[in-house]
Structure formats: structure tokens, C-alpha cells
């Protein structure tokens, strides 16, 4: 499986003008419900989403990316407004960018707890997801799992459908997304970078199964090394 480029910068700063953007406000529909999104109180976020082309081998499958590092900070005073207006501009770029099938990559590294969503609005997402999105959803690489992020996950269950769960794909390092969709280079936040090299110490996967089960059992010896100074 081939994959281009992520198309992101190593910056911040590139999150740009929306084409629906007006005087401050993102007008879309969402499951045939007008929307009205607060673009003035998201832009510093708006990066946390990122298109990455469509997979060389149909030119169809849209990547989309998705950087936990940069989502809001729980201490904000006006946290869950923003995250409810985040939660409607992903949504709304979502239904742009995806015509087809689609591949989600999720980098959780170097996302510190106090970024981190709690499990009660991950529900409220998924349950708000239209079929179609949750239909043509052909993977989920998860970059960096944490712990407690695997622990959340699998907590989740009951909450996923069943084939969404089995979509789930951990990947302890860039090196093994790497190996997943080679013969191209992945264009990573610096601070995502920096925590992969602590990851690449800790994680010799080289020979091991790229695909692995959300229930699959850990090491004794990796698990004690975890770092938890990330959710």
C-alpha cells in the first residue's frame, strides 16, 4: 500500500482561510442541520486536522491526519465550547475531504494529559459520526499509543461497532508507518519527531506484525518502561 506525502509543515501556522469561512463564521450543513462554527475561536486549532492525499494505488482512499498534540487544553476557560465547535469543523472537513473510502492516522505523541479528550465526549463524536463516515472508514493508525490510551481504547468497546474496533491499528513508532506505506516520507511536527525518538528506543519492532489487535497483550518489560508524562 502506497501512501503520498502528509501534506503538513512542521508548523503550526499554516492552518489558512477556510474556503466557507466568512466574517469569522464556517456556514455548513451537517446531516442536513444548518451549522454555524465559531472560526475565530478554533483557528488556533484548526491544524489538528490535516489532509495527505489519496493513496497512489487507487487514487481514491483519502488519509486524512490528525494530531493530538494540538487539540485544546482542558484548563481553557471556555474548553468544551471549543471543543464542541472543533468537533463541527473536523466533521465538516471530513465531509469535504472524503468522497470514498479513507484512512484516519491518529499521532498521539507528545499529546501531555491536560490535551487529551476524555472518553465521554469520544463517545459523543462517535455516536454524532454519520454512516457514511463510518462505513467507508477502511483503517485507523493509531502513532504513538500511550497506556492509558490503549487502556481507554479498550474500554471504548462497548461503545464501538464491532468492525470499527477490529479497524484499529497500533503503531509504536514513525519508523513502522513507515514500513506500512513505503517508498514515501511522512512530513511530522517537530514535537511529534522529538517523542518518536524516545518511542524508538524503547520499541524494537522491526520483525513484528504491523497490524495489531487492540486486546493483544503487552510484554511485562515494555509495559513497566512506558512513559507516562503523555495521556
Avoid at 61 to 86: F, S
Avoid at 97 to 121: C, E, M, Q, S
Avoid at 126 to 150: A, C, D, G, S
Avoid at 166 to 193: C, D, G, W
Amino acid at each position: 500500500m502506497k501512501l503520498v506525502s502528509l501534506l503538513r509543515s512542521t508548523s503550526k501556522d499554516d492552518s489558512g482561510i477556510d474556503p466557507d469561512e466568512v466574517d469569522d463564521v464556517i456556514s455548513c450543513v451537517i446531516d442536513n442541520t444548518p451549522v454555524n462554527i465559531d472560526a475565530k475561536t478554533i483557528t488556533p486549532f484548526k491544524c489538528v486536522i490535516s489532509s495527505a492525499g489519496t493513496l497512489q494505488e487507487d487514487n481514491q482512499t483519502a488519509v486524512i491526519a490528525i494530531y493530538g498534540c494540538w487539540l485544546p487544553d482542558h484548563r481553557l476557560r471556555e474548553y468544551r465550547y471549543i471543543m464542541d465547535q472543533l468537533f463541527y469543523y473536523v466533521y465538516h472537513k471530513l465531509n469535504k475531504l472524503v468522497i470514498n473510502d479513507y484512512i484516519l492516522i491518529y499521532f498521539h505523541g507528545a499529546t501531555p494529559k491536560h490535551r487529551t479528550p476524555d472518553l465521554k465526549f469520544l463517545r459523543k463524536c462517535y455516536q454524532m459520526i454519520n454512516f457514511r463516515l463510518r462505513k467507508n472508514l477502511r483503517e485507523v493508525y493509531v502513532v504513538h499509543p500511550t497506556r492509558w490510551l490503549r487502556t481507554v481504547i479498550a474500554l471504548s468497546r462497548p461503545f464501538f461497532s464491532k468492525k470499527f474496533y477490529h479497524k484499529i491499528n497500533y503503531m509504536y513508532t514513525i519508523a513502522e508507518l513507515e514500513r506500512q506505506f513505503p517508498n514515501n516520507r511522512l512530513s511530522i511536527p517537530v514535537a511529534i519527531e522529538q517523542k518518536d525518538w524516545l518511542y524508538s528506543q524503547k520499541y524494537d519492532r522491526r520483525n513484528a506484525s504491523i497490524k495489531h489487535s487492540t486486546t493483544q497483550p503487552r510484554s511485562r518489560s515494555t509495559t513497566n518502561t512506558e512513559d507516562e508524562s503523555t495521556a
